[in-house]
């Protein structure tokens, strides 16, 4: 008997799936023509925990999340938990994971190119035992994510400028609060922030790079302190992201570091984990797990080769 190739979690409320593009009928058709034996788990009925259990128990040795980036971070703790290689078809908003492994956006461009990607070893982060792939926000960012969730899927203007309005009177009421942050190694020490970020690996600087990450295999986490974050500083550091200057941005403070134990006064924080808003129980604890998770992805560009120096030419 034909042993199942993918299992795949199909998130019905995301992007291509919720407009009917992409559904159990199209991805059955196209892996059989692969000659691929599949399952798809696409019962919305089911809660979500017990179709990761579901994952976790089937024979498939590739698990494919398709969906956004909360679909891809929970099935990622799946496999790796379960020893399997995760598959990330892209139907979400931001498609962080996605669009920094170069995986296609486009449905049809990424199953044209299914067949040549390869397993890819990658870090993830973990905070109190839970994984994250992108980063983790404390403090201003996760009531704005709140609001925005309540108007997902308007289009209409008066939504927009509802969320616009209440984004200016959230940055202008935001007060620091101060945060005890211990580095792997040093001290513990006291910051006054209005937001914090833990990243898993860090975020490039360079023109049109808006969250960008060229290395997802550096085996460190980034801290990223925001002192401060009126609406002048949000369009200047909107600016220079475009830029590719807000690494330098006076509000900004950046640290690398393997693991760090952050502690607030509150015992159960609101925070954004791979843009799912969360509440988690303090202290945070984060570490960095090196090449933790394989993921099917597209080759990687070959670095460009370095000309060697007349030093080196010589054997000096």
Avoid: C
Wanted: charged share 20%; proline share 5%; hydrophobic share 50%.
């Amino acid at each position: 008997m034909q042993e199942i190739s993918y299992h795949i979690l199909l998130n019905a409320r995301s992007g291509a799936a919720a407009t009917g593009a992409i559904t159990p009928q199209v991805l059955q058709e196209f892996f059989s023509s692969r000659g691929d034996i599949v399952s798809i788990d696409a019962d919305t009925s089911i809660p979500f925990a017990k179709r990761l259990q579901r994952a976790a128990a089937s024979p498939a040795k590739v698990l494919l999340a398709a969906g956004g980036d909360g679909t891809a971070t929970a099935l990622a703790q799946v496999a790796i938990e379960a020893g399997k290689t995760l598959a990330l078809m892209p139907l979400g908003t931001a498609n962080l994971l996605a669009r920094d492994l170069s995986i296609p956006l486009v449905v049809e461009k990424w199953l044209e190119g299914l067949a040549e990607m390869e397993p890819r070893r990658i870090d993830v982060g973990e905070v109190n035992g839970r994984i994250f792939l992108h980063k983790v926000v404390i403090g201003a960012v996760p009531g704005i994510a709140l609001a925005r969730e309540q108007i997902r899927g308007r289009s209409d203007l008066a939504a927009k400028l509802g969320f616009f309005a209440y984004f200016v009177r959230r940055l202008a009421r935001i007060k620091r609060f101060a945060a005890e942050i211990t580095p792997e190694s040093g001290d513990p020490r006291i910051e006054r922030v209005q937001s914090i970020a833990v990243a898993n690996n860090d975020y490039a600087a360079g023109v049109g790079q808006v969250f960008t990450r060229p290395r997802l295999d550096a085996g460190t986490l980034s801290l990223y302190l925001v002192r401060h974050l009126s609406f002048a500083d949000a369009l200047r550091l909107g600016a220079g992201m475009l830029m590719g200057t807000w690494r330098t941005d006076e509000a900004i403070e950046i640290e690398n570091v393997k693991s760090l134990v952050i502690r607030t006064r509150s015992r159960r924080l609101n925070a954004m984990v791979d843009g799912e808003v969360i509440g988690l129980e303090g202290p945070l604890t984060f570490r960095i797990r090196p090449l933790a998770l394989s993921i099917l992805a597209p080759k990687p560009a070959p670095e460009p080769a370095v000309e060697p120096t007349a030093a080196v030419a010589v054997g000096i």
